[in-house]
């Protein structure tokens, strides 16, 4: 090597540390980059993201590929380097091919391209993995070499280093990701899910509109008394029953009796005739399962009932929504505020209203 041209070691080093580089900005954009970004490309089929994906499937193997030609260019660099310092300044170059090629390695084969790598992994990786993914297969012995050393090592410390890691999300990591997508979604949209994830915590006693709140129709009471509640009525579904709630017989879509009401032709038998089974909801049911079973159901509207089977509320699918949309209906309860601040700061809060909607407001 010492009869080699200067003009050609100088150029070999330039090369040799261009390939570090490489190497190092390759390393730090495969450990860097989103897995689900990576997986939402490799779903759209984009050719770069299904071959770094093969390639982190083995991440020993990968880091194997990666560790050797890094480590062979710069000891590579490292003697072509020791070899034109001692040209130009004989064994005194020693000393300063140490010095000088390690600031030099350290600023353009290390921290430069690790860092644009750790901002802005996918310029990196999906170019790169049209090199690495040849470059194991050629060097794919001394690769398996190595690997069955180090995970052999890594064995006698129980870590199986061939496990894919599965990266998941628990509910509160997602709801940080959610808080911290910024511009990408939207403030609705962002309380809108925020607020499924909350359903799994709330239950149906914390929507529920209380037993003496419930509007229905008592049977038993005059005809007159009935027709006039019906015209007045805000609801489109009353539950019907025998004096209270425990005595519910079912539940009345008012649209069903409309032409009847118009023409002043209803009966208490054609109320009855009309009326639906009534659909219950044990107490303390989960807010998620209660949506599933509404929509398995095909229903809208439930009674609430603790394990006696009394009934001390009703439930909505309206209520459920309300819970991730947030107020949409035009009920006269949502015109009224439930709670007010007064001039002191203080709050004027209606004694009925739930905890869990004065947390959230």
Same mark, same amino acid.
């Given at each position: 090597?010492?009869?080699?041209? %200067?003009?050609?070691?100088?150029?070999?080093?330039?090369?040799?540390?261009?390939?570090?580089?490489?190497?190092?900005?390759?390393?730090?954009?495969?450990?860097?980059?989103?897995?689900?970004?990576?997986?939402?490309?490799?779903?759209?089929?984009?050719?770069?993201?299904?071959?770094?994906?093969?390639?982190?499937?083995?991440?020993?193997?990968?880091?194997?590929?990666?560790?050797?030609?890094?480590?062979?260019? $710069?000891?590579?660099?490292? =003697?072509?380097?020791? @070899? #034109? &310092?001692?040209?130009?300044?004989?064994?005194?170059?020693? &000393? &300063?091919?140490? @010095?000088?090629?390690?600031?030099?390695?350290?600023?353009?084969?290390?921290?430069?391209?690790?860092? %644009?790598?750790?901002?802005?992994?996918?310029?990196?990786?999906?170019? +790169?993995?049209?090199?690495?993914?040849? /470059?194991?297969?050629?060097?794919?012995?001394?690769?398996?070499?190595v690997n069955q050393i180090t995970?052999?090592?890594?064995? /006698?410390?129980?870590?199986?280093?061939?496990?894919?890691?599965? !990266?998941?999300?628990?509910?509160?990591?997602?709801?940080?990701?959610?808080?911290?997508?910024?511009?990408?979604i939207s403030n609705q949209h962002?309380?809108?899910?925020?607020?499924?994830? !909350?359903?799994?915590? =709330?239950?149906?006693?914390?929507?529920? @509109?209380?037993?003496?709140?419930?509007?229905?129709?008592?049977?038993?009471? $005059?005809?007159?008394?009935? #027709?006039?509640?019906?015209?007045?009525?805000?609801?489109?579904?009353?539950?019907?029953?025998?004096?209270?709630?425990?005595?519910?017989?079912?539940?009345?879509?008012?649209?069903?009796?409309?032409?009847?009401?118009?023409?002043?032709? *209803?009966?208490?038998? +054609?109320? /009855?005739?009309? #009326?639906?089974?009534?659909?219950?909801?044990?107490?303390?049911?989960?807010?998620?399962?209660?949506?599933?079973?509404?929509?398995? &159901?095909?229903?809208?509207?439930?009674?609430?009932? !603790?394990?006696?089977? !009394?009934?001390?509320?009703?439930?909505? *699918?309206?209520?459920?929504?309300?819970?991730?949309?947030?107020?949409?209906?035009?009920?006269?309860?949502?015109? #009224?505020?439930?709670?007010?601040?007064?001039?002191?700061?203080?709050?004027?809060?209606?004694?009925?209203?739930?905890?869990?909607?004065?947390?959230?407001?």
């Amino acid at each position: 090597m010492n009869e080699l041209p %200067l003009s050609f070691l100088v150029i070999s080093l330039v090369i040799l540390i261009l390939l570090s580089g490489f190497f190092s900005g390759s390393e730090t954009g495969m450990m860097t980059i989103n897995r689900y970004r990576l997986r939402h490309l490799a779903r759209q089929n984009h050719r770069g993201a299904l071959r770094v994906t093969k390639l982190l499937s083995r991440i020993d193997r990968l880091i194997g590929v990666i560790l050797l030609g890094n480590n062979f260019v $710069n000891i590579l660099a490292s =003697a072509i380097a020791t @070899i #034109i &310092a001692i040209r130009f300044w004989g064994d005194a170059g020693v &000393a &300063a091919a140490t @010095i000088g090629l390690t600031l030099i390695i350290l600023i353009f084969a290390e921290v430069t391209p690790k860092t %644009l790598a750790a901002i802005n992994p996918e310029r990196i990786v999906f170019p +790169a993995s049209l090199i690495l993914q040849p /470059l194991l297969k050629l060097l794919y012995p001394f690769v398996w070499f190595v690997n069955q050393i180090t995970n052999n090592i890594l064995k /006698l410390f129980r870590i199986n280093p061939t496990i894919i890691r599965k !990266d998941q999300l628990s509910r509160e990591e997602l709801r940080t990701l959610v808080h911290e997508s910024g511009n990408m979604i939207s403030n609705q949209h962002q309380s809108m899910l925020l607020s499924i994830l !909350d359903l799994e915590k =709330a239950s149906v006693n914390d929507i529920m @509109i209380p037993r003496n709140e419930v509007s229905g129709i008592d049977i038993t009471h $005059n005809l007159s008394d009935i #027709i006039n509640q019906l015209k007045t009525c805000q609801h489109t579904r009353l539950p019907v029953y025998e004096k209270d709630l425990n005595g519910i017989i079912g539940i009345l879509h008012i649209r069903r009796i409309a032409r009847l009401l118009a023409n002043d032709a *209803l009966s208490k038998d +054609a109320i /009855l005739a009309e #009326i639906k089974d009534p659909y219950f909801i044990p107490e303390n049911t989960p807010l998620h399962k209660l949506l599933i079973n509404f929509q398995a &159901a095909k229903r809208r509207i439930g009674l609430v009932v !603790d394990e006696y089977g !009394d009934v001390f509320g009703l439930a909505t *699918l309206e209520d459920i929504l309300e819970e991730i949309v947030g107020e949409f209906t035009t009920d006269m309860n949502s015109v #009224i505020k439930p709670f007010d601040q007064q001039a002191d700061g203080s709050y004027m809060i209606d004694g009925s209203t739930h905890i869990r909607t004065i947390n959230r407001s």
